[in-house]
């Protein structure tokens, strides 16, 4: 891609708006960071292949296995690390407390809690993989310029 098509197009995403519609301040401001920090960043780390006299930019074998990073976490929800933390914490609390026999949890045998904290796990599984599945970075709308057509 072209330095100049990317920055109209990032001009465009990052201003709610499309490319026929975005300012020459707004096109120059995403232009001039791409090329001064982002670009140089990203080929340094084997992201880009970016040819700087050319203003050519392509993505490499490592930069397409990023997908994986650009976790999406709207309004109020929490990332997917800090739920599995907080459920692995839930979950060694019921192992501690059915070790040391606490009641009332002491009333169902080691192997209904074992089957308990796997089900939890996966539950919790399913639902991420389901979430990501729908929740990765452009799929869920088109950009700006293509809303209209």
């Given at each position: 891609?072209?330095?100049?098509?990317?920055?109209?197009?990032?001009?465009?995403?990052?201003?709610?708006?499309?490319?026929?519609?975005?300012?020459?301040?707004?096109?120059?401001?995403?232009?001039?960071?791409?090329?001064?920090?982002?670009?140089?960043?990203?080929?340094?780390?084997?992201?880009?292949?970016?040819?700087?006299?050319?203003?050519?930019?392509?993505?490499?074998d490592q930069?397409?296995?990023l997908d994986?990073?650009?976790?999406?976490?709207?309004?109020?929800?929490?990332?997917?690390?800090?739920?599995?933390?907080?459920?692995?914490?839930?979950?060694?609390?019921?192992?501690a407390a059915?070790?040391?026999?606490?009641?009332?949890?002491?009333?169902?045998?080691?192997?209904?809690?074992?089957?308990?904290?796997?089900?939890?796990?996966?539950?919790?599984?399913?639902?991420?993989?389901?979430?990501?599945?729908?929740?990765?970075?452009?799929?869920?709308?088109?950009?700006?310029?293509?809303?209209?057509?």
């Amino acid at each position: 891609m072209q330095l100049g098509d990317l920055s109209e197009h990032i001009a465009a995403w990052e201003n709610g708006t499309t490319v026929e519609e975005i300012s020459a301040n707004e096109r120059k401001r995403v232009y001039t960071s791409l090329q001064s920090h982002h670009l140089p960043k990203m080929a340094e780390r084997g992201i880009i292949e970016y040819d700087s006299r050319a203003g050519v930019i392509e993505l490499t074998d490592q930069g397409d296995e990023l997908d994986v990073y650009l976790e999406v976490v709207a309004g109020r929800d929490i990332p997917w690390s800090q739920y599995y933390l907080g459920l692995s914490a839930v979950n060694a609390t019921i192992v501690a407390a059915v070790a040391v026999g606490v009641w009332p949890l002491s009333l169902l045998s080691d192997i209904a809690w074992a089957a308990f904290i796997v089900t939890t796990v996966l539950v919790s599984a399913i639902a991420h993989v389901y979430r990501d599945s729908s929740m990765q970075l452009g799929t869920n709308e088109k950009p700006p310029e293509l809303r209209d057509t």
